[in-house]
């Protein structure tokens, strides 16, 4: 029960296991990294809007995918703003136990 678990590149290609499996237990984050975020499907981005904005983690998978070019990315996605400070700060730190 105290066992974080972070699935990394939005389990893709298991992203709508993932989402069901993290919609259950609270203890599952989804990191957005391997994929520059246009190309993320877009049921993972509508649950990073929503539901599940509390389990997302950011994560650029640099060298290959520039953190720029995530964030901008990212800003043209429609997420509400309380959403992605959520998934670029504090749900890493609550993770990380640093909040």
Not at 74 to 80: G, H, K, Q, R, S
Request: overall charge negative.
């Amino acid at each position: 029960p105290s066992l974080n678990v972070i699935a990394a590149h939005f389990g893709y290609p298991w992203h709508l296991e993932l989402l069901a499996m993290a919609l259950h237990k609270t203890n599952i984050y989804i990191d957005i990294s391997g994929w520059a975020p246009k190309y993320i499907p877009s049921e993972v981005i509508r649950e990073m809007k929503g539901r599940l904005q509390d389990q997302f983690v950011f994560g650029s998978d640099y060298p290959f995918i520039q953190p720029e070019r995530c964030l901008d990315e990212l800003a043209t996605m429609e997420v509400p703003e309380a959403a992605l400070h959520k998934v670029l700060t504090e749900n890493g730190k609550k993770l990380l136990g640093l909040s």
